[in-house]
């Protein structure tokens, strides 16, 4: 079995949709069967400036050899970014990659659930949780103002991300308010949501 779980290990196909009944894929050029893993996906998203790469590194000592913890904006770059289906493609290609060595992953970054639902790769994942971080509307503004020249938070920018963390507020998603809560206790609400959800 290969790692690319696109690519039938029998023909070599690529499918551009994959097909997956539970934990078996099913080749649709030679009809092969092959098992894999299936595992959560974990979403940590969020608009900017809420505390996700603040609490993502406070993660990975916590869970350090049972969850894998990324940051998505570390592909943000170059073509990936011209083209954000591409960006949400790839990396739910690589997480479902890592957990074929039985890992779940936690993935870090700023996502609706829509933009991940819709994509072919969804089928390599028995759920995807999220759990999004939120903070007050002027604790935001002042965040992203603050923020370094070259990352280039302008005003229309900034009302984008307030826009979006009220989206996700009355989304259905699990949400948690960092407005006035310590980095340490935020990480204390994530950890305790993922253990909560990992499979036996």
Known sequence: MGLDL???????????????????????????????????????????????????????????????????????????????????????????MLHQNG?????CGTVAPPEFEQLPERVFFSEIHYLALVSSPDSLRRRLRARPAWREWDEPRIEEMLEFSDWLRNSGVDVFDTTDVAAEDTADHAEKWIRSRLPD
């Open 103 to 107: 890992r779940p992953v936690v993935l």
């Open 6 to 96: 696109r690519i039938c290990p029998s023909c070599g196909d690529r499918a551009a949709r994959p097909v997956a009944a539970g934990a078996v894929l099913t080749c649709v050029r030679c009809e092969h069967r092959w098992p894999f893993t299936r595992l959560p996906l974990f979403a940590l998203t969020g608009p900017s400036g809420a505390g996700k790469s603040t609490v993502g590194p406070l993660l990975t000592s916590r869970f350090a050899g049972e969850v894998v913890v990324l940051e998505q904006d570390v592909l943000w770059a170059d073509a990936l970014r011209d083209d954000v289906r591409a960006f949400r493609s790839v990396w739910l290609r690589m997480a479902a």
